[in-house]
């Protein structure tokens, strides 16, 4: 329940872009709707692509872990070459 406060509060701080955003979306005139249609939208939506984002990262991090992992033995002989010069 805190976090539906949270948003409404959020959505009600930025309710003139909002209702720009949403009216533009639906090709809407701003006095057909009201701010619990609003509010209600965005409440509805915002976290509507959460899990493809945690995919996403999680993909990117395992990417991340391999390239580290193939690249340990250029880091390696780069070491090697500089304690060698001191």
Known sequence: ???AEGSYREVSDQFPV?????CEF??????EVN????RSFFEHH???HLDELIAGYTE???LNSQITH???SCDAECDK???ERL
């Not at 701010?35 to 609003?38: G, L, N, T």
């Open 1 to 3: 329940m805190m976090r």
């Open 18 to 22: 909002q209702k720009k955003t949403y």
């Open 26 to 31: 639906f090709g809407i005139r701003p006095e």
């Open 35 to 38: 701010e619990d249609m609003i």
């Open 46 to 48: 915002q976290t509507e």
């Open 60 to 62: 990117m991090a395992n």
């Open 70 to 72: 193939d690249f340990e």
């Open 81 to 83: 070459h500089f304690f």
